[in-house]
């Protein structure tokens, strides 16, 4: 045994965490072993029964308003209404119940096809020759299973005893109609098994849905979106995505279609009122020169008409924009208040108002939809609200800011328009009548024309119907299940494994309130270790002698050597034994420690003096109860009288208890045990005392003040670390003199248990087996008394 003094615990064992670690659970490896086997078992299982799970994937392309590059100027020109999209609102877009929905009716993934296996079941939706369609899924009522047979020749499906026909609605006792097709992904496998439909309420499998789904850029910069799902069979993962990518890009077109027909019946009603107009104007001129017979209108006067006809013909386009402008500033201000249509931006040509409003209209698209699938008070919607909040102000001034320019424009203009009109009151009166009529003509026509360029325009839009994303890679489904992990599996069992044997051992030791390591009594007391006593089997109370040559003498031999360590020396004889509590085999450590001391052929002397509860002369096959201690003590014999050889060794005497005294304590301190201490000095070489616990009473503190050192006994598995925790400050208050310690009954822990250690994993003792463990008491045969 190596062994190093140190300032904290005096003697301390030479290891590092590897080797603590090993004391710790070594002994335990048939435990490990089963757990390790049950863990791989397990992991086996699992992966033997456990439904293979596959990952198909896709990736779209979205125009990202903040990333990426402007499309072609050619694609932007017919492509009026699309707009550039946030790549974070479009994830959101994509996950939504509303989209997702879709795909569960379009698929029919409300109504799974199974088959029953040895174990579990398994998803047929490969193998079952038809498929189940639910009239009105939201009033779907979960049912497990509806067990179906199908007739091919007949094209018959019976449920529970009833036929149901191919491609007909029928009602039946699950709630809404349904009818049978045949399945366009059967692939004709042949199986005997039973299979089943299961009816699933929507919400679950759209819950479903979203957990397998995953929807991401590849990184911040990417306006590229990567889909993912999860599904047992590959075929439907792939129709899943596709079908995502289908609703969405429906949706996305949807939306700049509402936007395009808007726009196309605002400016049908106005091309409408345009063309009465110059209809009227067109008889108005026909009417005036057959009346008036007029021909041709002088040089003079087309001038002037001309000059005239441009600046009324500005008044008008100013009209227009501040008609358009009242309609946008209408609704912007009304807009949140269920405002409807979306008013032209016909004659504006600030692109500035333009951008602001078409950012306008985005972002409350984008917020209708993302308030429909999340809610108010998702935190992308408040964005969004308040984004569109702090364009209005932008946009109303703006209008205003134009309002006035046309304003002032207009009254310029109308000032031009009044001077040519005096010019042309002095030409002939049917010069005149003839100009202003033309003069108003040319104005509707060229108003007609802008309006006719743009319906063309938009029904272009309309017509093209470019989505602004585009698929990237279409759906693939992986050729090898993403899960179970078999590595993963095997490695969390067998982790899971050692981690439970762990577990085991720790609850074992960590509910044990008693010490189970020598490491243990050094970090609970500076006290040192000077030796430790193996368990041993035989039961026997004396295991040394000088023709033994086992581990537990040698073990004697070296707690001999290391009483140099406490000063023990021919000068300084005397040692005192003592334990915590009775039961930790302070007894067997003093009679066998003293036979060690005897051969060496010494004269040693053991004293008895545990008054209360003696079992010194039990071990050497003495009767206690003769002359002894306690008859000294009282003055009945002298010290020469209660001295007796044993038959163990020569050099070893023994000095009984003698009977037991009702007042141990007082007799200790009426002087005599010091007078038998001076004597015994005088005729031996070494004085071994076995004494009393000290936890029930006082007797090793009164005696350890005449020794020169204390022994303290622990046992394993039966010393409560309460008492070692609370050594030293009990031994500052109280000090035994010059103390080590002795873990007694060193034993081998774990299962198998072979083989002995250094204490750092062992221990167990022999000691007070006649204690009446319920009481903690027991009846003075001398006196009648019960003590504790």
């Known amino acids: 045994m190596s062994i190093k003094v140190t300032k904290k615990s005096g003697i301390q064992q030479d290891g590092n ?16 072993v089963v757990m390790l086997v049950l ?38 020109q017919i492509n009026v209404f699309g707009t550039n999209k946030i790549v974070e609102n479009e994830i959101e877009m994509i996950r939504s119940r509303a989209l997702l929905k879709n795909v569960v009716k379009n698929l029919k993934l409300y109504a799974p096809v199974y088959e029953e296996g040895k174990i579990n079941i398994v998803p047929a939706f490969t193998k079952s020759p038809v498929e189940l369609e639910v009239s009105n899924m939201d009033s779907l009522v979960s049912v497990s299973r509806i067990f179906f047979s199908y007739d091919k020749n007949k094209q018959i499906v019976t449920v529970n005893g009833k036929q149901f026909p191919l491609n007909q609605w029928v009602q039946t006792e699950y709630g809404s109609p349904w009818k049978f097709t045949e399945n366009p992904y059967y ?23 979203d957990e397998q789904l995953s929807v991401a850029a590849p990184n911040k910069q990417a306006t590229v979106l990567d889909l993912k ?51 009227s104007i067109d008889r108005a001129i026909q009417t005036f020169k057959t009346v008036q017979d007029v021909v041709d209108i002088g040089v003079q006067g087309q001038q002037y008409l001309a000059a005239s006809g441009t600046s009324d013909a500005k008044l008008s386009d100013i009209d227009v924009q501040l008609s358009a402008l009242k309609e946008v500033e209408s609704y912007v201000r009304s807009k949140g208040q269920g405002a409807g249509i979306v008013p032209s931006t016909l004659g504006l040509n600030d692109p500035l108002l333009s951008g602001l409003l078409t950012k306008l209209y985005d972002a409350e698209a984008q917020y209708q939809k993302l308030i429909t699938t999340t809610g108010e008070n998702n935190p992308m919607a408040v964005q969004l ?38 010019l042309l009151r002095a030409m002939p009166e049917q010069e005149r009548q003839l100009t202003f009529i033309s003069r108003d003509r040319e104005v509707k026509a060229a108003q007609y024309q802008a309006l006719l360029q743009k319906k063309a325009e938009t029904e272009l839009s309309l017509k093209a119907s470019v989505s602004d994303s585009r698929i990237v890679d279409e759906a693939e489904a992986s050729s090898e299940p993403v899960s179970p992990n078999i590595l993963f599996a095997y490695l969390v069992s067998v982790m899971s494994g050692l981690g439970i044997a762990v577990l085991i051992i720790a609850l074992k030791e960590g509910f044990n309130r008693t010490i189970l390591f020598r490491s243990e009594i050094e970090n609970y007391t ?67 420690l003293a036979i060690s001391l005897a051969l060496t052929d010494k004269k040693v002397v053991l004293l008895e003096v545990d008054l209360r509860k003696p079992k010194l002369s039990e071990i050497f096959g003495m009767q206690s109860s003769v ?25 070893l005497f023994i000095i009984s208890a ?131």
């Open 17 to 32: 965490i590897v080797q603590q670690l090993l004391f710790r659970y070594l002994p335990y490896w048939p435990l490990f």
């Open 39 to 76: 863990g791989v078992a397990t992991a086996y299982v699992y992966i033997r029964y456990a439904i293979p799970v596959y990952q198909a994937k896709a990736s779209i392309l979205i125009k990202d308003e903040k990333k990426g590059t402007a499309e072609s100027k050619m694609l932007e």
């Open 187 to 209: 692939e004709k496998w042949h199986t005997t098994k039973s299979m089943f439909f299961q009816l699933i309420e929507p919400k679950y499998v759209i819950d479903y849905l």
């Open 229 to 279: 799902v999860k599904d047992p069979v590959p075929v439907r993962g792939k129709l899943i995505l596709n079908e995502l990518i289908r609703q969405y890009t429906m949706a996305a077109v949807s939306d700049k279609n509402e936007l395009a027909l808007n726009t196309l019946k605002f400016v049908e009603q106005n091309l409408s009122a345009t063309k009465a107009e110059l209809d």
């Open 385 to 422: 609200r308040q984004q569109i909040e702090g364009l209005r102000p932008s946009i109303l001034d703006n209008i205003a800011s134009q309002k006035r320019n046309l304003t002032a424009s207009r009254s310029t203009l109308a000032s031009s328009g009044s001077k040519y009109s005096s």
């Open 526 to 592: 500076s006290v040192p270790v000077i030796g430790e006593v193996i368990h041993d089997a035989s039961g026997q109370p004396i295991v040394i002698s000088h023709d033994r040559k086992n581990f537990i003498a040698e073990q004697f031999r070296q707690i001999r050597t290391s009483l140099s360590y406490l000063g023990i020396s021919s000068k300084k004889k005397k040692i005192l034994i003592t334990s915590s509590i009775p039961g930790e085999g302070k007894s067997f450590v003093a009679a066998n």
């Open 627 to 651: 002359n002894g201690i306690s008859n000294y003590l009282i003055g009945e014999k002298e010290a020469d009288e209660i001295i007796r050889r044993t038959e163990v060794n020569p050099n």
């Open 658 to 788: 003698g009977p037991i005294p009702p007042n141990p304590s007082e007799l200790i301190l009426n002087g005599r045990i010091q007078e038998l201490l001076v004597y015994l000095e005088n005729a031996f070489d070494f004085i071994v005392i076995d004494t009393a616990p000290v936890s029930p009473v006082t007797d090793a503190y009164l005696l350890s003040q005449f020794c020169d050192a204390t022994l303290y006994v622990v046992r394993h598995a039966y010393t409560p670390r309460i008492y070692l925790q609370l050594l030293d400050e009990n031994n500052r208050v109280r000090g035994l003199k010059n103390l080590a310690l002795i873990f007694n009954g060193v034993k081998a822990r774990g299962i198998g248990k072979g083989g002995y250690g250094n204490g750092y994993g062992y221990g167990y003792g022999v000691g007070y087996d006649d204690v009446d463990t319920k009481s903690g008491a027991r009846k003075s045969k001398l006196f009648g008394k019960a003590y504790r």
